[in-house]
């Protein structure tokens, strides 16, 4: 069965930053196209903030672009997301994700229904 498992969340001020971990078990994450998600308070729908399809190719909406980074560690099977100069506007729960052999495309297009594994959401908090 796999599983995802993110770490990292928590309280930070304005411009501060955090990472966040995705550990994968029961899936072998170098064959499969990573991405994070955010869902923020009263917000119904969660919003793509980084896709990796593991080729180079990279997706970051703007909102994020240049101050977010998403990385895999294909030898401890886990994915990260470096946070720089936060924002109160990112206050948000973060959700990692993954499915196997898929494009940005195809994800920017589809969402959360294309992605097959997710993690439960580590809460990202930032005060101003």
């Known amino acids: 069965q796999a599983q995802l498992v993110e770490s990292g969340g928590g309280s930070v001020q304005f411009g501060g930053s955090l990472r966040l971990s995705c550990a994968a078990s029961g899936v072998t994450l170098d064959y499969y196209t990573i991405a994070w998600f955010r869902q923020a308070p009263g917000k119904e729908r969660e919003e793509v903030i980084s896709i990796s399809n593991g080729d180079g190719n990279t997706y970051y909406p703007d909102s994020v672009k240049g101050r977010f980074t998403i990385s895999r560690n294909e030898a401890e099977n886990t994915f990260y997301l470096r946070m720089n100069s936060l924002k109160p506007e990112d206050t948000a729960v973060y959700y990692c994700?993954?499915?196997?052999?898929?494009?940005?495309?195809?994800?920017?297009?589809?969402?959360?229904?294309?992605?097959?594994?997710w993690g439960k959401g580590t809460l990202v908090t930032v005060s101003s």
């Open positions: 994700a993954a499915v196997q052999a898929s494009t940005v495309a195809h994800i920017l297009m589809h969402g959360r229904e294309a992605m097959t594994y």
